[in-house]
């Protein structure tokens, strides 16, 4: 008779599964809580002891390690020398193991949980005994996960060679996903010796970044409560690429701020910010802050949608509408448009660690902690003979906020907390000076606004366009050797300057 292991965590069409096998002339054989399971549902099953000769050990930790159990999984069927020690020695070949491993990962997420118990939730047994049948998988069937059930058994039938292979490969990558999992636990400094990163494909896309470029979007089981790994998507169709990329951006932005906030993106910069005392100001300052740009853009608001807010935006053509939550009818009126995606992502919490960042290269990757900087009045150093006022001093906090999510080089041109100019990824800062500015200019609250860069005037060019064109604050880094020229130059045109130390480049 064919011999069957079973030993599951997740007991999921466990008994279904166990009844096929039978029914296909295998023996089962179980530990603990699945033996109970099974024999529960009037299945015939042996206790893994039963074959072993050995009781379950230690609280459960040593229950399949043994040889009349592993032989049996590892010896190779078309070797008569193996075969012959099979005989032997008594033991009898198992043909299907079918392990989940311990809950590690879902452990270690619980508030509270102590360092004892997640270490109580390492599988040994089971990836051994998986990765024994992932070996020998021209003979075995390893099955570890519950959704492939139905198509083992119709494998079974049909003696499916390329199916075991497949479930071979999907072992190994389960398993070292789970101890790349437990690696990042014991050891949680963010730039370890080495590191294995662990994803799980969640959507095939249509395409890449382009037509002709494939792509798929993989979540991290550690992904923050306020990223796309976790948000719910209520409406509309599938995210792209593209959507993906810049809806991050969107969602990076928008938990910036605390206030009632409404980030406008168009291809991972932001068009437009607006922030107020309630969520529908605060849509009507990102939309008058470039109503052009807007169209076709991805937005994200920090605040619950009401119906007067959704009324605004579902005049426009929008891609993407982001929120912490909608009213019902706001929500009824935004689904009106059947391809509006609309998602529901949870705020990020203040408890939330901050992230590390990566970026692929050819045959590497780049790895940091997040810009998670956010400079206060405390921070600021007036350099100027003026100083500024303190209706400037939280514009230039609100622009200084903002800079730093846009590409460098960066200028952003702000007051009373609305986006009014910027100014992104040129290749040097007066360009960037001169498209914030002249997008800030047609802006009927220009008048009195404040300038931010997110690095240091490399000289006084910018400072002196900035003076002549309506600037009468500035808030900069600093640190550049000319430093005394940009300040001399904003002393002749009598407008403050502060600095702040930190350079927030975002390349």
Known sequence: MKRALLSVSDKSGLVEFAQGLVDRGFELVSTGGTHKVLEAAGLAVT?????????????????????????????????????????????????????????????????????AEAIEQIDIGGPSALRAAAKNSDSVWAVVDPADYDAVLAGIDADDA????????????????????????????PFPESFTPTYTKRQALRY??????????????????????????????????????????????VNEFKKPTVVAVKHMNPCGIGQADTIEGAWDKAYAADSMSIFGGIIALNRNVDL???????????????????????????????????????L??????????????????????????????????????VKPTEAQIESLLFAQQVVKHVKSNAIVIAKDGQTLGIGAGQMNRIGSVEIALKQAQENPEFAGAVMASDAFFPMDDCVDYAAKHGIHAIIQPGGSIKDKDSIAMANKYGIAMVTTGVRHFRH
């Not at 050990?57 to 049996?72: E, N, Y």
Request: proline fraction near 5%; charge should be negative; glycine fraction near 4%.
């Open 348 to 385: 990020a919490e203040a408890t939330e660690v901050p992230h590390i960042e990566s970026v692929s290269l050819v045959g590497g990757l780049l790895r940091q902690t997040s810009d998670d900087a956010v400079e206060t009045a405390d921070d600021l150093t007036v350099v100027t003979d």
């Open 162 to 189: 390329d199916l075991r292979q497949q479930l071979a490969a999907k072992i190994f990558a389960t398993t070292a996903a789970y101890d790349a999992q437990i690696a990042a636990y014991l050891n949680p400094e």
């Open 308 to 346: 007067a807010t959704a009324e605004k935006m579902h005049a426009l053509f929008l891609e993407i509408i982001m929120a912490p939550s909608y009213d019902d009818d706001a929500y009824e009126v935004l689904a009106k448009k059947k391809n509006l995606r609309i998602l529901i992502v949870p």
């Open 47 to 115: 206790p893994v002891d039963a074959v072993t000769g050995f009781p379950e050990m230690l609280d459960g930790r040593v229950k399949t390690l043994h040889p009349k159990i592993h032989a049996g999984i590892l010896a190779r069927r078309d070797l008569p020398a193996h075969m012959d020690a099979l005989k032997e020695h008594d033991i009898t070949p198992v043909d299907v193991v079918c392990v989940n491993l311990y809950p590690f990962a879902e452990t270690i997420k619980k508030s509270g949980v102590t360092r």
């Open 208 to 253: 890449g970044e382009n037509s002709h470029q494939q792509a798929a979007f993989y979540a991290a089981p550690d992904a923050p409560a306020s990223s796309l790994a976790n948000a719910k998507q209520l409406h509309g169709k599938e995210l792209s690429y593209n959507n993906f990329k810049d809806a991050d951006a969107a969602l990076t932005m």
